[in-house]
Nanobody, 126 residues
Framework: QVQLVESGGGSVQAGDSLRLSCAAS????????MGWFRQAPGKEREFVAA???????????DYADSVKGRFVISTDNAKNTVTLQMNKLEPEDTAVYYC????????????????WGRGIQVTVSS
């Protein structure tokens, strides 16, 4: 089992930055492919960003078109965390953000995640 705990959410103004973190436990972090998803009110959960397991250092990150160039996903193997740095936030980024993990993988997939955090609220006002 993999446990995921998100932190860092909150309320900000449009144009501000916010950093989300997700602490993973239960399996060696280097074996986990990590992703971030979000769900806005009345909408389905959508992919935001993903990074392959550290065991496959050659893997590329992936981003949803709506956040590409504004958000950056990164991992810290020493702290067993994945971070989502969100810049130039827009009201449309308002959502509950979820951290997700899957075991293994050389790519950064947009689906197939087996483990999920409880989610954390991000609110961006105009």
């Amino acid at each position: 089992q993999v446990q995921l705990v998100e932190s860092g959410g909150g309320s900000v103004q449009a144009g501000d930055s916010l950093r989300l973190s997700c602490a993973a436990s239960g399996r060696p972090f280097s074996t986990l492919t990590m992703g971030w998803f979000r769900q806005a009110p009345g909408k389905e959960r959508e992919f935001v960003a993903a990074v392959p397991a550290l065991l496959w250092n050659g893997g590329n990150t992936d981003y949803a078109d709506s956040v590409k160039g504004r958000f950056v996903i990164s991992t810290d193997n020493a702290k067993n965390t994945v971070t989502l740095q969100m810049n130039k936030l827009e009201p449309e980024d308002t959502a509950v953000y979820y951290c997700a993990a899957k075991i293994g993988g050389r790519s950064a997939p947009r689906n197939g995640y087996a483990y999920w955090g409880r989610g954390i609220q991000v609110t961006v006002s105009s």
